[in-house]
């Protein structure tokens, strides 16, 4: 059982940015989670982490989230710099670092529609693909979505979703409470994951306690967490929980950090196939 959690213990003023740092914008910015048996991602990530499960009908489930956006004003968050927009898409799984206690995310990789990719991609090793997003969403004076699709051609993740906006905020099964479940869900600021070349890394975000509100699917079609064996397609079609924010302000702490192996480490994770 998830022990209760407040937005005012998890909230923390912005670290001053520096450097390399990014401030963006995350416009139609959705979290699409869904519940899956924890033995499907069994002996991918390293000890020092565990998935952070939550019991629901009388079985532990871990949450992986899907989460669609289209980055706008992409920019230093130090220095004068041209700006980019570009659509995006991330997959992650709730975990905790058993050495910190925290709570975080295992990234499995994100889609990108911009040639801006090929930096993370190439110098930091990051699990960044490309792919050819598309947005058809139009959200009300009230932050409402009467319409929310977004389709990705790609070969390592095609994509497509249909949203629409729910009026009111639903009980999210898994947690004592909503906001419980809305810190969880939402408020992760730390990620790891496996490079490309198999090390293991980690990034640093930051942002303010977002503006969500409860979504409803339509459609769903990821083909990367079919292929990864993880949440099948028909079981794609009934998600744990859909929250949607018409507008996310993020900062991205750059570069990424690779930490070095544990000595004596003689359980060596295996990557899920497909997933690079």
């Known amino acids: 059982m998830q022990q209760s959690m407040k937005f005012a213990d998890a909230l923390h003023a912005r ?30 990530m390293p000890d020092r982490f565990k998935l952070d499960t939550v019991g629901i009908d009388g079985q532990e489930r871990a949450l992986l989230s899907v989460v669609p956006f289209i980055d706008v004003d992409f920019t230093s968050a130090v220095f004068p710099f041209p700006s980019f927009e570009m659509g995006q898409t991330n997959y992650r799984i709730y975990i905790i670092d058993r050495e910190t206690g925290e709570k975080c995310v295992w990234f499995l990789g994100t889609t990108l529609d911009s040639w801006t990719r090929l930096i993370p991609h ?51 099964a898994g947690f004592p409470d909503r906001e419980t479940a809305l810190v969880y869900l939402t408020h992760p600021l730390r990620g790891f994951y496996h490079r490309r070349d198999g090390r293991l890394g980690t990034y640093h975000v930051w942002h303010d306690r977002l503006n969500v509100h409860m979504g ?55 990557p899920l196939r497909g997933a690079a």
């Open 216 to 270: 409803h699917l339509v459609t769903a079609n990821f083909g990367l967490l079919d292929r990864l064996g993880l949440v099948r397609l028909d079981e794609q079609q009934n998600p744990h929980s859909v929250l949607l924010d018409p507008l996310a302000h993020f900062t991205i702490y750059l570069p990424p950090r690779v930490i070095p192996a544990a000595p004596n480490n003689s359980s060596k994770p295996t």
């Open 122 to 172: 190439a110098v930091w090793k990051l699990p960044w693909y490309g792919g050819r997003v598309e947005f058809d969403a139009h959200a009300d004076s009230t932050g409402m979505y009467g319409k929310y699709s977004m389709r990705t051609r790609s070969q390592w993740a095609p994509a497509s979703v249909e949203l629409k906006s729910k009026p009111h905020l639903d009980e999210i």
């Open 15 to 44: 670290p001053e940015p520096s450097g390399i740092d990014i401030a963006c914008g995350l416009k139609h910015f959705a979290i699409i989670t869904y519940a899956f048996d924890p033995l499907r991602f069994a002996g991918v």
